[in-house]
């Protein structure tokens, strides 16, 4: 049987190039040295139209739903400034390295999450999902 991280990277490769599919069908997926996007009905039907970034920090666009981190070093996801109410954001360690390379979440200027400037993945397979309170600038972690 395969591992986790053999399963997550077969999928990678086996996505299609982004040329086959529309742009607003893609969520990012943030791998070491290879930048992809993923169709979205292939990770549960989330929405969430965004072109990938392969740098060690991840800006999030207004319009994501879903960042799936797969980076061999520690990486940063950064929140967007000026979120709107209700907003709902999942970040996951898809690669299943979190543990060796800590996955911060850092909020947008004159925001926090859960009360503190970034919150900090640490465990293997971790997934964390937010939701945006606008009348207190607050990403709660659900």
Not at 4 to 31: K, R
Not at 55 to 72: H, I, S, W
Not at 84 to 107: E, K
Not at 127 to 141: C, G, H, R, T
């Amino acid at each position: 049987m395969p591992s986790n991280t053999e399963t997550f990277t077969q999928f990678v490769q086996q996505a299609p190039l982004a040329s086959q599919v529309q742009t607003s069908d893609l969520i990012p997926i943030i791998q070491g040295g290879v930048t992809k996007r993923i169709p979205a009905p292939q990770i549960g039907g989330a929405s969430s139209p965004t072109l990938t970034t392969t740098g060690a920090t991840y800006d999030v666009l207004a319009t994501d739903t879903f960042v799936a981190v797969a980076k061999t070093v520690a990486n940063t996801v950064q929140l967007p400034s000026g979120p709107t109410f209700g907003q709902r954001l999942m970040v996951a360690d898809c690669g299943g390295n979190a543990s060796a390379y800590p996955i911060t979440i850092a909020a947008g200027a004159g925001d926090t999450i859960d009360g503190i400037a970034a919150y900090l993945m640490v465990s293997d397979w971790q997934s964390v999902e937010l939701q945006y309170i606008q009348a207190l600038n607050l990403w709660k972690v659900m």
